[in-house]
């Protein structure tokens, strides 16, 4: 019994540590991976949550993509995160192939993923796409939901370096 209590807590403290200082998700080969890794890096990140069943989302990865190639060498990357999770990872697949995806991303699970974008920007999750934008010191600088503008993104980058 005084195991339990003791462990519980410290269960409990790194579960939810763990949400608090980052958005946990998985690469396509299984390895587990978090958003902190990425972050405060030096660069600008742009965080997008995706689906393959998004529509908006297809229509978004190429101006993505050349965002990423024209930037990443230099002041920028774009992160994916998929939301399908492990069931749908191969429709991810192929979504990232059909889309000519050329930025790196994950997959999460819904229910996490959710949770933890809550503990992060305090708003629940709203849907695919959405875009979490960080500046090169990791910290948060923006939430949209929907379509972003690339000018937009870099007009916005250009104001605040």
């Known amino acids: 019994m005084k195991v339990l209590k ?4 410290l269960f409990f403290w790194l579960f939810f540590s763990q949400s ?10 299984g390895k587990a991976a978090n958003l902190n890794e990425h ?15 998004c529509g908006i989302c297809r229509r978004e990865t190429p101006a993505l993509t050349q965002f990423h190639l024209k930037h990443h060498k230099k ?4 992160i994916g995160v998929s939301i399908d999770g492990a069931k749908n990872k191969h429709k991810a697949e192929v979504f990232m192939q059909e889309s000519g995806m ?24 709203r849907g ?10 990791g910290e948060l600088q923006g939430i ?10 870099e007009s916005f980058m250009a104001k605040n370096s």
Do not use: C, H
Not at 20 to 29: C, L, R, T, Y
Not at 39 to 53: A, F, M, R
Not at 75 to 78: F, H, I, L, P, S
Not at 103 to 121: G, H, N
């Open 75 to 78: 002041d920028a990357q774009v």
């Open 6 to 9: 003791v462990s519980f807590p």
């Open 20 to 29: 608090v200082n980052g958005m946990a998700f998985i690469d396509f080969s």
């Open 102 to 125: 050329g930025f790196k991303s994950y997959l999460a699970e819904l229910v996490s993923l959710a949770a933890d974008f809550y503990q992060i920007t305090g708003e629940g999750f």
């Open 39 to 53: 972050i405060g890096k030096g660069k600008w990140t742009v965080v997008v949550l995706w689906s393959y069943s």
């Open 144 to 153: 949209q939901t929907g379509p972003v503008r690339i000018e937009a993104l």
């Open 128 to 137: 695919t796409p959405s875009f979490l934008l960080y500046n090169p010191k």
